[in-house]
């Protein structure tokens, strides 16, 4: 009976052991499969991000022609003179006479320092189908140009033969890279 004693307390006793080693075990496992799991999940969202990405460059590659339209309209410089130099040529071929060209300052813009632009004056003489003319050449321009304002008038009794005078205010942008 003793001996039966004995066996069954060395049988808990050995139980008991490999439970209190192996549970530990067990959790330490179960933790270590969560944390796979998590990495795995992470690492195929970062592959799926990657494709969506190469993806879009394969996509963005149909646009290439898009894309240098627009580099092509927002120079890296405004270079003053030779736009200057633009206005008066296109005016001239339309039949404008240019009368004066006031060159703004090159201005940041306050919302993205990377970009700037230019205010340019420039007053012309001439009729309103010229002038029609020169803004439709200056629309089909691959500039970015925005016109701020435009005044015409007259230009009284004395210059009635002449035509209108026509006052532009225009504003071209550059990256300023």
Known sequence: MKKNIFTIINFLVVISLIVWMILPNRTILNEQKKKQEIKTLEKQTIESYFQNLKKLNEESQNYQKEISKVDSA????????????????????????????????????????????????????????????????????????????????????????????????????????
Request: hydrophobic share 35%; no cysteine.
């Open 74 to 177: 927002i120079p890296q410089d405004i270079s003053l003179h030779s736009f200057a130099y633009f206005l008066q040529k296109t005016a001239s071929v339309n039949g404008l006479i240019v009368r004066k060209i006031n060159l703004g300052q090159q201005t940041k813009i306050k919302e993205n320092p990377n970009m700037s632009f230019a205010d340019v004056g420039i007053d012309f003489l001439g009729n309103y189908l010229s002038f029609k003319k020169f803004f439709d050449e200056i629309e089909k321009s691959s500039r970015f140009i925005e016109i701020q304002e435009f005044k015409i008038s007259s230009g009284g009794e004395a210059k009635k033969d002449q035509g209108l005078e026509i006052t532009v205010r225009i504003y071209s942008y550059s990256s300023g890279k």
